[in-house]
């Protein structure tokens, strides 16, 4: 899990949209006095959720993470994600507002009734080479 997967379309959106909440995070709780955000354990989370959002079995058709039947993360990295997700949520909307409406108008969205079968994006990805 040394390198991250290019995410197009809707995925891309939510890794630019997870990746922009643990910046604001960061910034906030950990000491990036030295470097700037995000900090090891945070660089690490963001490879984590690119990780789990190229392997999401519905693919560009993935709902968003507290919409989702499937919960792909561990605990450990969903507490983490939890913690991220309710401080930088409402302060999205003054650092990102596009991101953070496209999120909203994303949340709207209907959760798929069934999990297509192989839609993820790491398998076209692997079927293309």
Request: with cysteine; charged share 25%; net charge positive.
């Amino acid at each position: 899990m040394d390198k991250a997967h290019y995410l197009p379309a809707n995925l891309g959106l939510e890794f630019k949209t997870i990746k922009a909440m643990v910046n604001i995070y960061c910034k906030a709780h950990h000491s990036c006095k030295d470097q700037q955000p995000p900090c090891l354990k945070c660089a690490e989370f963001i490879l984590y959720a690119n990780e789990k959002l190229d392997r999401c079995p519905y693919g560009q058709n993935k709902p968003t993470c507290n919409k989702c039947p499937i919960h792909c993360y561990k605990k450990e990295q969903r507490e983490q994600a939890r913690a991220i997700m309710r401080y930088a949520g409402p302060r999205m909307l003054f650092k990102h507002p596009i991101l953070a409406i496209k999120h909203l108008l994303a949340e709207r969205r209907p959760v798929p009734t069934s999990v297509p079968d192989r839609a993820s994006n790491r398998r076209s990805r692997k079927s293309q080479q």
